[in-house]
C-alpha cells in the first residue's frame, strides 16, 4: 500500500472548518509535514509538527498528531474560497536507494471550498 | 516566489524524443530533489542530489538520468519519451537546516506532454 495515504477529495463550506487527515508509516519520523499546492503551482510548505507533540497551532490551521495510530490531521478554521487548494502530508523516509532521508509524499487531498 | 527556477515551463514533444529540464535551487542551497507527479501515481520523488554528488534514488526510470553541476543548478533528462512519461515534474531545493527537517522549497514544476 500507499506509504502516506489520504483521502483525495474533501468539500466544505466557507466559513466552516476544514479537517484533512492522514496516516504515515514509518513511526520513527521525526517530523510531519503539510504542504498545499495551489493551481499551477508547485508545492509550498504549509506547517510541520515534531515527532514529540501533540498539537500545534498556527492562526487557523492546528495540526494534530496521534503517534500511537501514525494519524495527522490539518484543520482549517473558517475555511475561505482562497483555501482551495490540494494538501499533501508528508514524513521523511529512507530513500528505497539507501543514502538520503527523503521526505515522501501522500497523494494529496483537494480541498473545494464552496461560497 | 519560492526562489527555485524551473525551465521550461511547459514542453510538448514526440515518443522516442528526448528532453531536458533544468532547475536553479534557492540561493545556497546544496539539495536538488526531482519529483514525478502525474494523476495516476501522485508525487513521486525520483532522484536526490547534494553539492553535486547523487545521494539517493527513487523509482526513477533506466532512461532517466540527472546531474548537478558545480553552480548547483541540476538537470533532468528524459530519453526514449513514452505516452506515459507526461507529468509534471518538480525541482525543489533545500538548504542545511532542509536535510534535518526535510522543509523543500518547490519550483514551479515543468509540465511535459509526449503525443
Known amino acids: 500500500g500507499e506509504d502516506v495515504e489520504q483521502s483525495l477529495f474533501l468539500s466544505v463550506r466557507e466559513g466552516d472548518s476544514s479537517v484533512i487527515n492522514c496516516t504515515y508509516t514509518d513511526s520513527s519520523s521525526t517530523y510531519l509535514y503539510w504542504y498545499k499546492q495551489e493551481p499551477g503551482a508547485g508545492l509550498q510548505l504549509l506547517t510541520y509538527?515534531?515527532?514529540?507533540?501533540d498539537m500545534k497551532q498556527d492562526q487557523r490551521l492546528t495540526v494534530l498528531l496521534n503517534k500511537k495510530d501514525k494519524h495527522l490531521s490539518l484543520r482549517i478554521a473558517d475555511t475561505q474560497t482562497g483555501d482551495s487548494a490540494i494538501y499533501f502530508c508528508?514524513?521523511?523516509?529512507?530513500?528505497?536507494?539507501?543514502?538520503?532521508?527523503?521526505?515522501?509524499f501522500g497523494r494529496g487531498t483537494s480541498l473545494i471550498v464552496h461560497p | 516566489d519560492s526562489g527555485v527556477t524551473q525551465t521550461p515551463k511547459h514542453l510538448i514533444t514526440a515518443t522516442g524524443q528526448r528532453v531536458t529540464l533544468r532547475c536553479s535551487p534557492r540561493?545556497?542551497?546544496?539539495?536538488v530533489y526531482w519529483y514525478q507527479q502525474s494523476l495516476d501515481q501522485g508525487l513521486q520523488f525520483l532522484i536526490h542530489?547534494?553539492?553535486?554528488?547523487?545521494?539517493a534514488k527513487g523509482n526513477i526510470l533506466e532512461r532517466f538520468s540527472a546531474q548537478q553541476f558545480p553552480d548547483l543548478h541540476s538537470e533532468l533528462n528524459l530519453s526514449s519519451l513514452e505516452l506515459g512519461d507526461s507529468a509534471l515534474y518538480f525541482c525543489?531545493?533545500?538548504?542545511?537546516?532542509?536535510?534535518?527537517?526535510?522543509?523543500?522549497?518547490f519550483g514551479e514544476g515543468s509540465r511535459l506532454t509526449v503525443l
Open positions: 540561493s545556497g542551497d546544496l539539495s
Open positions: 525543489a531545493s533545500s538548504g542545511i537546516r532542509g536535510v534535518n527537517t526535510g522543509e523543500l522549497f
Open positions: 542530489y547534494y553539492n553535486g554528488e547523487e545521494r
Open positions: 508528508a514524513e521523511t523516509l529512507p530513500a528505497p536507494s539507501g543514502g538520503s532521508y527523503i521526505p515522501t
Open positions: 509538527i515534531f515527532s514529540n507533540m
